[in-house]
T-cell receptor
Framework: EAGVTQFPSHSVIEKGQTVTLRCDPI?????LYWYRRVMGKEIKFLLH????????ESGMPNNRFLAERTGGTYSTLKVQPAELEDSGVYFC?????????????FGAGTRLSVL | GDSVTQMEGPVTLSEEAFLTINCTYT??????LFWYVQYPGEGLQLLLK?????DKGSNKGFEATYRKETTSFHLEKGSVQVSDSAVYFC???????????FGGGTRLMVKP
């Protein structure tokens, strides 16, 4: 069974450009999460989808970030326009259940470098 | 709000040494506690978890006990191997929503 896949693995863009990250969760997992780790700090929650609906987007930093999950399958996270402080590693995770003890399965992450 | 604090690294040990990585948390209620590990070039993998007070999670020789009285979840291993070199993250989650709150991560380097 395929795990959570993310691409690209690394993206280098200039300030002001647009970047779209993609996440394919494990098949059958209704719950999809985005996290990011900026400048070696803590991994921070961004948002949570249940199927195609945004369950919690309290971690989204500002309106330059737009996440979608059309059809409840893969998800995209668009940053437009990108700023220097957006550099970091963006992780996607999926889980089958929503309880606090449910295991989240992570992708390898997308490293975003904004120059 | 919730927070997780873990010891800063890097932690450098010789092979077969004893490992402890401290983790303490601040949270309301009774969250579930996790240790995730990230090996070089890979994503985060669940190492172990505990869902209630006094539970002990264990996997691959690693152990951690959920201590409600000290709000801690320290990771231990009796004899580390070079292959254990990785970054270790302590995290918690509540039942509602299941979003994870992570500590800052601790890099472990094991030398032969």
């Amino acid at each position: 069974e395929a795990g959570v896949t993310q691409f690209p693995s690394h993206s280098v863009i200039e300030k002001g450009q647009t970047v779209t990250l993609r996440c394919d969760p494990i098949s059958g997992h209704d719950n999809l999460y985005w996290y990011r780790r900026v400048m070696g700090k803590e991994i921070k929650f961004l948002l949570h989808f249940v199927k195609e609906s945004k369950q919690d987007e309290s971690g989204m930093p500002n309106n330059r970030f737009l996440a979608e999950r059309t059809g409840g399958t893969y998800s995209t996270l668009k940053v437009q326009p990108a700023e220097l402080e957006d550099s970091g590693v963006y992780f996607c995770a999926s889980s089958q259940h929503i309880s606090g003890s449910a295991i989240q399965y992570f992708g390898a992450g997308t490293r975003l470098s904004v120059l | 709000g919730d927070s997780v604090t873990q010891m800063e690294g890097p932690v450098t040990l010789s092979e077969e040494a004893f490992l402890t990585i401290n983790c303490t948390y601040t949270a309301t209620g009774y969250p579930s506690l996790f240790w995730y590990v990230q090996y070089p070039g890979e994503g985060l993998q669940l190492l172990l978890k505990a869902t209630k007070a006094d539970d002990k999670g264990s996997n691959k020789g690693f152990e951690a006990t959920y201590r409600k009285e000290t709000t801690s979840f320290h990771l231990e291993k009796g004899s580390v191997q070079v292959s254990d070199s990785a970054v270790y993250f302590c995290a918690l989650a509540h039942n509602a929503g299941n979003m994870l709150t992570f500590g800052g991560g601790t890099r472990l380097m094991v030398k032969p």
